[in-house]
Every structure is written in structure tokens, then in C-alpha cells.
């Protein structure tokens, strides 16, 4: 198996390289990759440089570091709590997100600061990831964790629907909706400056926890004997998927499921030890949130069809079929 995790991160690598330059080639305006990538380095031609400044390379980049996020967020909250269901939202931080995007839409601070949007969701998250660990406090179990994000996320999302309930107009309602279904669409550069550094952050930090994940599959106990602080494995695992998560959500929606499903399609690939795993997802949720970014624009052009509910249309059979097959292993 470890023969085997090297060449397949080298092939996501390279998978995930080709996503970005289609990504970058699909759209209403049909330009040949010579054209593109030269209005992007020279920028000679105004508007094909417009296009791909302003609108294709924003998009390319947030899907390949969103993907990143969530797949290696994933990951490592699978390999911390040890349980195969676990994924970003469980720890409220994507419905938390949400909570602050809506108050945005719903107060109309958006119209007044477009910015003020993102933000409010990255404050959103911040506040999910101080009330989890409160909650649960250092070095606690995981079904603590477990409990107090889902307690967190339930209390978002109540609020999220007395936010629809209360809207003033049903526009209002309708723009909180499309929101919340994720998408890449009309999104900047300086969405990616806002989120980029929050995400990065986030993903080094959990990429920095593959060894000590790695001790705790043995048991917390076990871990605790090797040396492994897992107080602090905890608080960083935790932290690193708020900032991750929190900053991805910020800019695109609610977008599920990827954090779920790619764990799971690699780990009989590279194996169950997070050190080799936590690359390799977030290798994979660039390329399957770079993919499904691309089919939106190629299913229904005109349609405008949502990113989250692509991803979700693909993810929940898989969750069923991971629940069933769970089950049958328990008897």
C-alpha cells in the first residue's frame, strides 16, 4: 500500500492540473487554450484578458482550493474521531457560516458592503469553532465533540429557517436560498484574496497532524504513550477545519458531501493511515469539486444549476450506500 500512495497522489496531482486548465476553458465564450493562456500572461487581448482574469481564473482557483479544503477536512476529522461519517459539518462550522452569510442577506448589510457577506460568514464560523470547544472542552472524547457540533449546527440551522420565515420579501428569501445551494458563479479576485490565506492556513494545519493521527488509530491511550498531546491534536484538528471550512463556505456556499465521499473513494486506494490519506483528499476534493464545477457549466448552461446541489445529487446515494454497508459490517 505505501508502493501504491505515492504514484496515486502524483496521478491526483496531475489530475487535478488538467480540471484547473478545463475549468479555465469552459465557458459561453469558446477561446482555444493558446489564446487563454496567453490573454492571462500578456493580457494583449482586452477582453479575452477580462475573461480570464476576471472571471475564469477566480472561479479555477476557488473550486481548487475549496475542493482541497473540504477533502482534506474530511479527512482529518475522519481520522481524529475515528469514525467513518464523520465530515466538516458534523462540528456546525459549515451551518455556522451559513448563520453569518444569511444575517448579511437578511439585515441587507450585503448591498451595502458586498464584502460584508464573506465576512460575516468567517465570523460565523469562528464563533461555531469557540462554542464547540467550550463545549467540549480540551482533550475530551470524541462523542463530546461529536455532540457539541451537532448542537451547534442544529442551532444554526434553526436560525437560518427563522431568518426565511421572518424575510421581509420573498426576493430576500429567494437570494438567502440560492446562497445556500453553493456556487462559483460571479465570484472575484477578491473573494480569493479574502479566503485564500484563512484556507491555507487551515489546510497546513491539518496536513501537519498526519503523524499524530496516524498514533491515535491505535486508541487515544496508545497515543497518549508515544509521546502524542491529544489536547492539542484535538484543538488543531478542530481549528484547522473552522478556518478551512469556515473560509470556503464563506465565499461559495454550502457545498456537502465532498468532505464525505473522498475519504472514502481513496482510502482503499492509499490506505487507512492518515498520513498518506490526508494529500491524497485533499488532491481528490479539488479534482471532484473542479470537476462538478465544470459539469454545471456544460449540464445546463443557461439553467444556472447549483454547485451544492450537483455535489449533493452525487454524495447522498454514496452516503446511503456508506450507511448500509456500515451496517451490514456491524452484524
Known amino acids: 500500500m505505501k508502493d501504491r500512495a505515492g504514484p496515486l497522489i502524483l496521478?491526483?496531482?496531475?489530475l487535478t492540473l488538467l480540471l484547473f486548465l478545463l475549468s479555465m476553458l469552459t465557458g459561453p465564450a469558446a477561446l482555444d487554450i493558446g489564446t487563454s493562456l496567453?490573454?492571462?500572461?500578456t493580457g494583449n487581448d482586452e477582453a479575452i484578458a477580462l475573461v480570464m482574469r476576471e472571471i475564469r481564473l477566480p472561479r479555477a482557483l476557488l473550486g481548487l482550493m475549496i475542493g482541497a479544503s473540504l477533502g482534506l477536512s474530511g479527512a482529518a476529522l475522519q481520522g481524529h474521531l475515528r469514525n467513518p461519517l464523520a465530515e466538516p459539518a458534523l462540528l456546525g462550522v459549515s451551518a455556522s457560516a451559513s448563520l453569518g452569510a444569511v444575517i448579511a442577506l437578511y439585515t441587507g448589510l450585503s448591498l451595502v458592503f458586498p464584502l460584508a457577506l464573506p465576512l460575516m460568514a468567517l465570523v460565523g464560523a469562528g464563533?461555531?469553532?469557540?462554542?464547540?470547544?467550550?463545549l467540549a472542552g480540551r482533550g475530551s472524547g470524541?462523542?463530546?465533540?461529536i455532540l457539541a457540533g451537532i448542537a451547534v449546527s442544529s442551532f444554526a440551522a434553526a436560525m437560518t429557517s427563522l431568518a426565511l420565515n421572518l424575510s421581509p420579501n420573498p426576493f430576500?428569501?429567494?437570494e438567502i436560498v440560492y446562497w445556500l445551494l453553493?456556487?462559483?458563479t460571479d465570484r472575484s479576485m477578491l473573494h480569493v484574496q479574502?479566503?485564500?490565506?484563512f484556507m491555507l492556513l487551515g489546510c497546513l494545519m491539518l496536513l501537519g497532524l498526519g503523524r499524530s493521527l496516524d498514533a491515535l488509530t491505535l486508541g487515544p491511550?496508545?497515543?497518549?504513550?508515544?509521546?502524542?498531546d491529544t489536547g492539542r491534536v484535538q484543538f488543531v484538528a478542530v481549528a484547522g477545519t473552522a478556518l478551512a471550512v469556515g473560509a470556503a463556505t464563506a465565499v461559495a456556499g454550502a457545498i456537502g458531501f465532498v468532505g464525505l465521499v473522498v475519504p472514502h473513494i481513496l482510502r482503499p486506494l492509499v490506505g487507512s493511515q492518515p498520513s498518506r490519506l490526508l494529500p491524497a483528499s485533499a488532491l481528490g476534493g479539488a479534482s471532484m469539486l473542479l470537476l462538478a464545477d465544470v459539469l454545471v457549466r456544460v449540464i445546463a448552461p443557461g439553467k444556472d444549476l447549483k454547485l451544492g446541489v450537483l455535489t449533493a445529487l452525487v454524495g447522498a446515494p454514496f452516503f446511503l450506500w456508506l450507511v448500509f454497508r456500515t451496517r451490514r459490517a456491524m452484524l
Not at 470524541?142 to 465533540?145: C, D, K, N, Q, R
Request: proline share 3%; with cysteine; hydrophobic share 70%.
Open 11 to 14: 496521478c491526483l496531482a496531475v
Open 221 to 228: 491511550d496508545a497515543a497518549a504513550s508515544m509521546g502524542i
Open 172 to 174: 430576500a428569501a429567494m
Open 142 to 145: 470524541t462523542l463530546t465533540i
Open 182 to 184: 453553493g456556487s462559483l
Open 127 to 134: 464563533l461555531a469553532v469557540l462554542v464547540v470547544q467550550a
Open 194 to 197: 479574502l479566503s485564500a490565506p
Open 38 to 41: 496567453s490573454a492571462i500572461v
